[in-house]
């Protein structure tokens, strides 16, 4: 199994653009996770779903951040407009319902 | 949300013990886990425990768990420059094992040759 599978690595871009960040997670787990890592705050949990369907979307910061899951095997990170606070770590995490396991993650530069 | 505690560094030689520490206040969590952050790579899940159990041995990891005081341990015996990383405490919330998961702030490990 190739585990959680994030594109792109790295993302550098300018403020004002839209970033979107996509995430496969591992096959057979049911739920999905996008975290934020920053130095500041930590890991912080933006959203996740459970069977596609968004369960808790608490942690979005706001209305620039969108997280869709079309099917049990994508899922994608929307920011439009990107700002520079926005910059950090993106990982993606799938789980069974035992163990949550990671992403490599993407880091965001936004200049 | 949950609160968990971790202490924000330790530094330890070569072949020496490790003892990483966690409080945490929900004590209805089923499992408790511990994950390994290396420099610029992901979480990697290193061990985790059932609730009802006090203590798990799995190679040089050694999970304690008190939950009458709601404190988690990771132990590290012959610790190697290898084992350098931040390690995170993390329980799911209110038992759920398929709802997020709470995380410390992580403990930076360092290990001197």
């Known amino acids: 199994d190739a585990g959680v599978i994030q594109s792109p690595r790295h993302e550098v871009t300018e403020m004002g653009q839209e970033v979107t960040l996509r995430c496969k997670p591992i096959s057979g787990h049911n739920s999905l996770f996008w975290y934020r890592q920053t130095m500041m705050r930590g890991l912080e949990l933006l959203i996740y779903f459970n069977n596609n369907v968004p369960i808790d979307d608490s942690g979005m910061p706001e209305d620039r951040f969108s997280a869709k899951m079309p099917n049990a095997s994508f899922s994608t990170l929307k920011i439009q407009p990107s700002e520079p606070r926005d910059s950090a770590v993106y990982f993606c995490?799938?789980?069974?319902?035992?163990?949550?396991?990671f992403g490599p993650g993407t880091r965001l530069t936004v200049l | 949300g949950e609160d968990v505690e971790q202490s924000l560094f330790l530094s330890v030689r070569e072949g020496d013990s490790s003892v990483i520490n966690c409080t945490y206040t929900?004590?209805?969590?089923?499992?408790l886990y511990w994950y390994k952050q290396e420099p610029g790579a992901g979480l990697q899940l290193l061990t985790y425990i059932f609730s009802n159990m006090d203590m798990k041995q799995d190679q040089r990891l050694t999970v304690l768990l008190n939950k009458k005081d709601k404190h988690l341990s990771l132990r590290i015996a012959d610790t190697q420059t290898g084992d350098s990383a931040i390690y995170f405490c993390a329980f799911p919330n209110r038992g759920s094992t398929l709802g997020r998961l709470y995380f410390g702030r992580g403990t930076q490990l360092t290990v001197w040759p």
């Open positions: 995490a799938s789980s069974t319902g035992t163990s949550c396991l």
């Open positions: 929900d004590s209805s969590s089923t499992y």
